[in-house]
């Protein structure tokens, strides 16, 4: 799209979204006579904090800086739903909008169906790294989510309170690195969370390897890296993961864990045996 044609959508986006929005539904009393439909300029204007020429400005595709508060603004002044208000800042800004606290996104049927038709472990979370939704093969694996009540289930607490990942200093301090370097990355893009802070704040009080970790500036824009699991029947396990965002869900990560090697894809095998697959979806937490 080029700056033209993005300028001239921008404006037809926003006359549209104008147009279906009643002075009424926004506490503005119905005019007698209207020329037009929904609300005028002067009223979204008003309703965004800003000055009407630039707001005409802005409608009509002309090159004007706009902040990403006053997108915010104007997304609520238009009722704009989060995929609307995402196609508004990308139109505007080039960029998407930042993260909120409050779009958090429930795991969707489909993504559960998703990662239970996977032949390899697999698990779905948010920023704040709690475990929403697991295949049985999480269960057999690594450990049942299940069993767990929600507030449990964070992986940051399990990773840094846990003793049993804490056997080999060298590893404990390569995941303890690699997964700190990702977490500054989420923690950067989930502003104004107090359950955020929240986290930091105990990690950095229970865990002196957290603690160590996070003083230290790496960051780690992709998930990827080495598991060692220590199984109890079947022994040292490794696993490849990567970490992907399902379209429309900015703030889950779907999690896969891959066999590093022929031997623990042996073991896998063994595990898929007893039957992983067609376990009904979970509720989110």
Not at 104 to 113: I, K, L, S
Not at 206 to 235: D, Q, T, Y
Request: with cysteine; aromatic share 8%.
């Amino acid at each position: 799209m080029t700056l033209t044609s993005q300028r001239a959508e921008l404006s037809k986006f926003l006359k549209n979204c104008r147009a279906r929005v009643l002075p009424t539904d926004v506490g503005l009393p119905e005019p007698d006579r209207r020329r037009t439909s929904g609300l005028r300029r002067e009223d979204v204007a008003a309703l965004a904090g800003v000055s009407v020429t630039w707001y005409t400005w802005l409608e009509q595709g002309r090159d004007v800086h706009v902040s990403a508060n006053v997108l915010e603004r104007i997304s609520a002044t238009l009722r704009l739903s989060d995929e609307e208000r995402d196609y508004l800042f990308t139109l505007a800004q080039n960029r998407p909008p930042p993260l909120t606290p409050g779009r958090t996104a429930d795991v969707t049927p489909a993504v559960q169906r998703m990662i239970d038709a996977l032949d390899v472990p697999a698990i779905t979370m948010n920023m704040r790294w709690d475990v929403l939704a697991w295949n049985a093969l999480v269960t057999k694996v690594f450990r049942d989510y299940e069993a767990r009540p929600p507030e449990q289930r964070n992986l940051l607490r399990i990773l840094f309170t846990n003793p049993q990942y804490q056997v080999d200093p060298e590893e404990y301090l390569e995941m303890a690195r690699r997964v700190v370097a990702k977490l500054r990355v989420d923690y950067s893009k989930s502003s104004a969370d107090p359950e955020f802070e929240a986290l930091i704040e105990e990690l950095n009080e229970v865990s002196p390897m957290f603690r160590r970790a996070w003083k230290s500036p790496e960051v780690m824009g992709h998930s990827h890296g080495i598991n060692i699991v220590r199984h109890a029947k079947l022994g040292r396990l490794s696993f490849e993961h990567t970490s992907y965002v399902p379209e429309g869900h900015p703030t889950l990560r779907v999690v896969i864990f891959i066999p590093g090697d022929a031997e623990s894809e042996a073991k896998l095998d063994k595990l898929r045996d007893g039957g992983a697959k067609g376990r009904p979806a979970r509720q989110s937490v």
